[in-house]
């Protein structure tokens, strides 16, 4: 049986408030497949790298 290999991305986003910064609303993306976090400093700027994800492989790396 051939096993097709499922290409997809997942991502834990975290938003909070900085109440150092004049309430400035942060945001993360972590890959839950490697761990990587990412930070950003507003909503607009995490849908444009969400976006950019359509132009790379997010592979699942499930053995066969």
Known sequence: M??????YCSFLLRIWVEPEDDGAWRFSLEDTQTGTRMGFSSLKNVCEYLEGLQ????RNERES
């Open 2 to 7: 051939d096993h097709k290999e499922d290409i």
């Open 55 to 58: 132009e790379i492989e997010c």
